[in-house]
């Protein structure tokens, strides 16, 4: 159990999840529909929202760590690394934002008029915002969390 608490890929999933859902409850009230929801299936989407988050953040890790041939490049990470996880990161938030906004079906959503949209993609603000706030932070809980464990 202690080296499953201490592996890197545990602790980014972790603290993608615990840092992602308030970010995603917060910024709800940015998406068309969600003042008439009911509140539960609000909760669901923010949830279902925040879960795709960690997710594109361990496929980030991975590509970083595939990169730097180690899983450990998190406990001294190089300014590259850490550039590298957040730009994969809001480039896959881009593209799953222009898909999402421009389709009709289950995974499609529209911003209010109180999203703030960037003038060339139309790719709202807060989602961008999120990707480069809360990757940080997850990257420096991560290294706090592991920063004493053995290397995995």
Same mark, same amino acid.
């Given at each position: 159990?202690?080296?499953?608490?201490?592996?890197?890929?545990?602790?980014?999933?972790?603290?993608?999840?615990?840092?992602?859902?308030?970010?995603?409850?917060?910024?709800?009230?940015?998406?068309?529909?969600?003042?008439?929801?009911?509140?539960?299936?609000?909760?669901?989407?923010?949830?279902?929202?925040?879960?795709?988050?960690?997710?594109?953040?361990?496929?980030?890790?991975?590509?970083?760590?595939?990169?730097?041939? %180690?899983?450990?490049?998190?406990? =001294?990470?190089?300014?590259?690394?850490?550039? /590298?996880?957040? $730009?994969?990161? *809001?480039? !896959?938030?881009?593209?799953?934002?222009?898909?999402?906004?421009?389709?009709?079906?289950?995974? %499609?959503?529209?911003?209010?008029? =109180?999203?703030?949209?960037?003038?060339?993609? /139309?790719?709202? $603000?807060?989602? *961008?915002? !999120?990707?480069?706030?809360?990757?940080?932070?997850?990257?420096?809980?991560?290294?706090?969390?592991?920063?004493?464990?053995?290397? =995995?």
């Amino acid at each position: 159990m202690t080296k499953l608490v201490n592996h890197p890929v545990f602790n980014i999933a972790l603290f993608a999840l615990l840092l992602s859902l308030p970010w995603e409850l917060g910024q709800m009230w940015l998406y068309a529909g969600s003042a008439q929801m009911p509140h539960l299936h609000g909760i669901q989407i923010c949830m279902a929202a925040t879960v795709g988050d960690a997710v594109i953040m361990l496929i980030a890790f991975e590509i970083v760590a595939t990169a730097a041939r %180690s899983q450990g490049w998190i406990r =001294a990470p190089k300014t590259a690394q850490v550039a /590298g996880f957040v $730009l994969i990161g *809001l480039a !896959m938030t881009i593209a799953i934002e222009i898909i999402a906004t421009r389709s009709a079906g289950t995974f %499609s959503w529209r911003y209010t008029q =109180a999203m703030p949209v960037t003038p060339l993609l /139309g790719v709202g $603000l807060a989602p *961008l915002l !999120m990707w480069l706030v809360v990757p940080l932070l997850v990257l420096w809980f991560v290294r706090r969390q592991i920063s004493c464990a053995p290397p =995995a």
